[in-house]
């Protein structure tokens, strides 16, 4: 389904096994709002967000293998590491936010949206190139609108005051029906813990992507978009991208941008 707002298209995808239909804004048209930078630097939550844990994510290397845990992921906008202490404050006695993703490199980006466009095109050898380009819309950003570029998105849950991970339905990062926040084939105990960590974020101010519980944001197109308001964090560099073997400067991110801006237009 989609529908036309204006110039613009964004997709409303039929979700679950029950009722819950979410809205994605369409990467062409994030592509097309307007970001006012507000230069606000990257900083590391292991310094400003001291009571908060972590499991951290794993990423693509050059190869298309993974990688292990890497440190990019610790790095957030220095308002999204305030904003983090105060949901952390917010939580019940004992409970500790535990971050899987911060910060994520545009060539990381790049590397995960071309692994996973190819993978969706081997395991479904039938589908056209609009039906390729229609479902990588629900799986994966472009690096040049992927939230986690930006620095103002992270990806976390929550650990009770036994330091475990109550039950939120899913694991983060997996995909399932379970992985929308409001999931009707979720029980009541997920729903009630997902509330506790619901609860901490909003009251910090950060929004939630309706697709996965443990993904918030703050100031980035997804954001600006909920709130009506303008985006001031745009994709980000943390330091010189890794040089390509022909030697150009991040060739990988501009090749892949090259590549998802042709096929969107
Ligand atoms: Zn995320």
Redesign the pocket.
């Known amino acids: 389904m989609a529908k036309r707002l204006g110039k613009t298209l964004i997709e409303e995808y039929d979700i679950a096994i029950g009722m819950i239909k979410i809205k994605i804004l369409h990467s062409s048209f994030r592509r097309k709002m307007q970001i006012d930078e507000s230069g606000e630097k990257l900083v590391d939550l292991r310094v400003e967000c001291p009571k908060i844990d972590y499991v951290i994510a794993d990423y693509l290397n050059q190869d298309g293998k993974h990688q292990g845990e890497v440190e990019d992921a610790y790095f957030v906008r220095e308002s999204i590491a305030r904003m983090i202490n105060t949901a952390q404050a917010a939580l019940p006695d004992g409970f500790r936010l535990l971050v899987r993703?911060g910060y994520r490199t545009p060539e990381v980006q790049a590397r995960q949206y071309i692994h996973d466009y190819a993978e969706l095109k081997q395991k479904n050898p039938s589908w056209s190139k609009e039906k390729l380009d229609y479902e990588i819309e629900k799986r994966t950003d472009p690096p040049d609108v992927g939230?986690?570029c930006t620095g103002g998105?992270v990806?976390l849950s929550i650990l009770n005051d036994q330091g475990v991970q109550p039950n939120m339905g899913t694991d983060m990062g997996v995909f399932n029906f379970d992985t929308y926040t409001y999931s009707d084939t979720i029980s009541d105990d997920v729903k009630a813990n997902r509330k506790i960590l619901i609860d901490a974020m909003q009251s910090a101010g950060f929004f939630n992507f309706p697709g996965?519980w443990?993904?918030w944001s703050y100031g980035d197109r997804e954001w600006a978009f909920a709130n009506n308001k303008t985006a001031f964090y745009g994709a980000i560099e943390r330091r010189q991208p890794t040089l390509s073997k022909s030697g150009h400067f991040n060739d990988i991110v501009v090749q892949a941008s090259k590549r998802i801006l042709v096929e969107s237009n």
């Open positions: 993703c939230p986690h998105a990806d996965e443990w993904h």
